[in-house]
């Protein structure tokens, strides 16, 4: 058993909850096996195709993950290790929240509050868009007139 593996106390109380081995392809990995690698990537970090080989074939502790988060089972062991842990002690309920403050950078404060000036070759865009798009003033006018024309 390795370094944070089940114990054995622990795996009589999570053994009832998980499903019944499966039939499709053979047999699957023993399930205290495949609980120790989901545990390992989780603790370490480590990509799914550097597990141990001591938790079986990657691709089998992967899929049976992804079975078990779809169907609730984590959900399930969670449930029961909290309830372990409460138990024990091991587990504290209160609830922290950090308040600490934080000070912007002295170069976020008072910044300019007007838009910047385009670059000199794109004034004519500028001054373009400043008295508005022709394009859009035409469609307007002409919205206008039919507005005015169906109310009569």
Request: aromatic share 6%; with cysteine.
């Amino acid at each position: 058993m390795g370094r944070g593996d089940l114990t054995d106390a622990e795996w009589e109380r999570l053994a009832p909850l998980l499903p019944a081995d499966g039939t499709r392809g053979g047999r699957w990995n023993d399930h205290r096996t495949v609980i120790n690698g989901v545990l390992y990537r989780i603790r370490t970090g480590v990509p799914w195709r550097d597990l141990p080989e001591r938790y079986g074939c990657w691709v089998t502790v992967y899929k049976q993950h992804r079975r078990w988060r779809a169907d609730g089972t984590w959900e399930r062991l969670l449930t029961e290790m909290q309830a372990i842990a409460d138990e024990a002690g091991r587990l504290d309920w209160d609830v922290a929240v950090d308040s600490t403050p934080l000070r912007a950078h002295r170069h976020a404060a008072g910044a300019p509050r007007q838009a910047p000036h385009p670059p000199a070759g794109q004034q004519e865009e500028a001054v373009r868009t400043k008295r508005g798009d022709p394009i859009r003033a035409g469609l307007r006018a002409r919205l206008a007139e039919v507005v005015k024309a169906a109310s009569a």
